[in-house]
């Protein structure tokens, strides 16, 4: 291996030392609670590398969000690859991405939430994040109705789970009814 190629590596485990670490701090303590210094803190590197990685706490929240895409994506996948049915791949869809919201709330922030400085919805949005809408999309391309643009259908359904996802966590809604509410998104939306 050239020397190159070993600080390339090196460079790279860093990154994801403070991407691992950022996420960590802020699933046990909130994304307030992360800061530079803390985070150099923990890697064991000092505040000047960090800032050779990343510009700042924005740039860190937006490689969480890119890491974080790739898992939804994953996860929304196999759960809907599994299912038996267009209903069943649509449930497994809707129970995945809420069950990914409740178990990853940082994530789901950096995400959906704060300010990563990622580009949604345009020409140039990350892969990871184009990747993360197409897992949905290809759940619920044959479900959104005659007449209905796929994508369209994909961006209502996915406001109504984030929606979910958002009052659940903040206790607006009882935790008791999420398997029924499911149940009324899945058959009120899709056309099965």
């Keep these: 291996m050239s020397v190159k190629e070993r600080k390339e590596r ?3 485990e860093r990154e994801r030392l403070i991407v691992a670490t950022a996420r960590e701090l ?7 609670a992360v800061t530079t210094r803390l985070l150099a803190e923990r890697i064991e590197y000092s505040q000047p590398v960090l800032y050779s990685h990343f510009r700042g706490k924005r740039e860190i929240i937006g490689a969480v969000a890119l890491e974080g895409a790739v898992e939804l994506a994953a996860a929304v996948r196999a759960a809907t690859s599994a299912a038996d049915g267009p209903r069943e791949r649509v ?5 995945t991405y809420l069950d990914f919201a409740e178990r990853n709330p940082a994530v789901y922030d950096a995400l959906f939430q704060l300010d990563g400085g990622l580009a949604y919805a345009r020409e140039d949005t990350p892969e990871p994040l184009k990747d993360a809408f197409a897992a949905l999309l290809e759940c619920l391309t044959g479900v959104a109705g005659k007449g209905v643009h796929p994508g369209m259908f994909t961006e209502v359904f996915w406001a109504a789970l984030h929606g979910l996802a958002t009052l659940t966590r903040a206790g ?13 998104l899945v058959d009120r939306l899709a056309v099965l």
């Design 10 to 12: 090196e460079r790279a």
């Design 91 to 95: 449930a497994a869809l809707a129970r």
């Design 26 to 32: 802020a699933e046990q303590q909130g994304w307030g």
């Design 172 to 184: 607006r809604l009882r935790p008791e009814d999420a398997g029924p509410r499911v149940e009324l």
